[in-house]
């Protein structure tokens, strides 16, 4: 067989078409590694990322790339304050502050809806922003419809607003704000989605997107499944039908113990992915017997723990746990990549040693339907 592009192949691979090798899907480097691996002035680095990371994912053999997340160069994370804390661990304070949002997301809504040149607009950004992304990545790089606000909106946990104790208490004493509140979250998301078939359309990009949020710790869901299918999925499924029913491939982030969330997120048209932590209790050769909603075999984005085995282990390590992958998930759609984001610990060589072997073990590996 030729050799492909980068782009090509991942294309084929998640289309469950032949392929040279199987794909390797471009991960965030630790910063000082890709210093060292480019060449390139540390304060050049800082300044521009984006290029130092394509560069360092194209000298790797990367394929696909899913989202700009980048290194920080320090702490920047703003800790809470106590009258943020005092106030949020009042359930009444949290649920009248969501009414206001509740209130603000719907007034957005039925601007946007009535405004052909905001859509239109927005159609257009999302166009710029693929194009300009794809020009830098080059042939060799997909650039996804990635995680990103161009990207597949999907309904986010307010935790980030009002801490876990909030969030966990408007859930459990006013649920009917809580469902509001995502509803109101599935209408602004379904009309961006709309937006992105359109701009897909226009340019005739690979459906392929890239999309989740965090709903898991390492031991389960933050809130119970019984919750979710009244109050979440239900929403959910409307904020996506418009890129389910144009055929999209969805692609979720998967990280914690996921279990009991892939069957909902299977039937709302869910076609793969990405992540699983089996030291969390997820393991892929069980996710491996599901299929897609429409019999498919799913896609996987993974699933090389590097906490257990990238990070700490040896080179042989490396090579067994990327045969254990290709030895549970041997459906067409495997795309190789780590469970998590490498941390700056992990030793140089062992990131070489990923790469490398992801090339060597996933050459020859011809999955299709």
């Given at each position: 067989?030729?050799?492909?592009?980068?782009?090509?192949?991942?294309i084929?691979?998640?289309?469950?078409?032949?392929?040279?090798?199987?794909?390797?899907?471009?991960?965030?480097l630790?910063?000082?590694?890709?210093?060292?691996?480019?060449?390139?002035?540390?304060?050049?680095?800082?300044?521009?990322?984006?290029?130092?990371?394509?560069?360092?994912?194209?000298?790797?053999?990367?394929?696909?790339?899913?989202?700009?997340?980048?290194?920080?160069?320090?702490?920047?994370?703003?800790?809470?304050?106590?009258?943020?804390?005092?106030?949020?661990?009042?359930?009444?304070?949290?649920?009248e502050?969501?009414?206001?949002?509740?209130a603000?997301?719907?007034?957005?809504?039925?601007?946007?809806?009535?405004d052909?040149?905001?859509?239109?607009?927005?159609?257009?950004?999302?166009?710029?922003?693929?194009?300009?992304?794809?020009?830098?990545?080059?042939?060799?790089?997909l650039?996804?419809?990635?995680?990103?606000?161009?990207?597949?909106?999907?309904?986010?946990?307010?935790?980030?607003?009002?801490?876990?104790?909030?969030?966990?208490?408007?859930?459990?004493a006013?649920?009917?704000?809580?469902?509001?509140?995502?509803?109101?979250?599935?209408?602004?998301?379904?009309?961006h989605?709309?937006?992105?078939?359109?701009?897909?359309?226009?340019?005739?990009?690979?459906?392929?997107?890239?999309?989740?949020?965090?709903?898991?710790?390492?031991?389960?869901?933050?809130?119970?499944?019984?919750?979710?299918?009244?109050?979440?999925?239900?929403?959910?499924?409307?904020?996506?039908q418009?890129?389910?029913?144009?055929?999209?491939?969805?692609?979720?982030?998967c990280?914690?113990?996921v279990?009991?969330?892939?069957g909902?997120?299977i039937?709302?048209?869910?076609?793969?992915?990405?992540?699983?932590q089996?030291?969390?209790?997820?393991?892929?050769?069980?996710?491996?017997?599901?299929?897609a909603?429409?019999?498919?075999?799913?896609?996987?984005?993974?699933?090389?723990?590097?906490?257990?085995?990238?990070?700490?282990g040896?080179?042989?390590?490396?090579?067994?746990?990327?045969?254990r992958?290709?030895?549970?998930?041997?459906?067409?759609g495997?795309?190789?990549?780590?469970?998590?984001?490498?941390?700056?610990?992990?030793?140089?060589?062992?990131?070489?040693?990923?790469?490398?072997?992801?090339?060597?073990?996933?050459?020859?590996?011809?999955?299709?339907?």
């Amino acid at each position: 067989m030729y050799h492909m592009t980068g782009r090509e192949r991942s294309i084929k691979a998640m289309n469950f078409e032949a392929t040279d090798r199987l794909p390797i899907m471009a991960n965030t480097l630790p910063a000082d590694f890709v210093i060292a691996l480019t060449g390139i002035p540390a304060e050049q680095y800082w300044a521009d990322q984006l290029t130092a990371h394509i560069q360092s994912m194209k000298m790797l053999g990367m394929d696909f790339y899913i989202q700009n997340w980048f290194p920080a160069r320090e702490q920047t994370d703003k800790p809470w304050s106590r009258g943020e804390l005092e106030r949020w661990s009042i359930v009444e304070n949290v649920a009248e502050d969501m009414e206001h949002e509740i209130a603000r997301l719907d007034r957005t809504w039925q601007t946007l809806r009535a405004d052909a040149q905001r859509r239109e607009a927005r159609i257009q950004e999302i166009c710029t922003f693929q194009t300009d992304m794809q020009r830098r990545c080059g042939e060799d790089l997909l650039w996804t419809f990635a995680m990103d606000y161009n990207g597949a909106h999907v309904l986010e946990f307010p935790y980030e607003t009002y801490g876990y104790e909030g969030f966990f208490l408007v859930c459990a004493a006013y649920p009917d704000v809580m469902d509001r509140y995502w509803a109101a979250q599935a209408r602004l998301a379904r009309w961006h989605n709309e937006c992105m078939v359109e701009a897909a359309h226009r340019l005739d990009y690979p459906k392929i997107a890239y999309l989740g949020t965090d709903m898991t710790d390492q031991r389960g869901n933050m809130v119970s499944p019984r919750f979710m299918d009244q109050h979440y999925f239900p929403h959910l499924d409307y904020a996506l039908q418009p890129l389910v029913n144009d055929g999209f491939k969805l692609v979720w982030h998967c990280d914690g113990n996921v279990n009991d969330l892939l069957g909902p997120l299977i039937s709302i048209g869910i076609n793969g992915f990405q992540g699983f932590q089996e030291e969390c209790g997820t393991r892929i050769k069980d996710v491996a017997r599901l299929r897609a909603r429409n019999g498919d075999p799913l896609i996987l984005w993974g699933s090389v723990s590097v906490i257990n085995v990238v990070e700490v282990g040896t080179e042989d390590d490396i090579r067994r746990e990327i045969q254990r992958v290709l030895d549970e998930w041997p459906h067409p759609g495997l795309c190789l990549g780590t469970s998590s984001y490498i941390p700056p610990t992990t030793p140089p060589q062992n990131i070489f040693a990923l790469y490398r072997l992801m090339h060597e073990l996933g050459t020859g590996l011809n999955r299709h339907l």
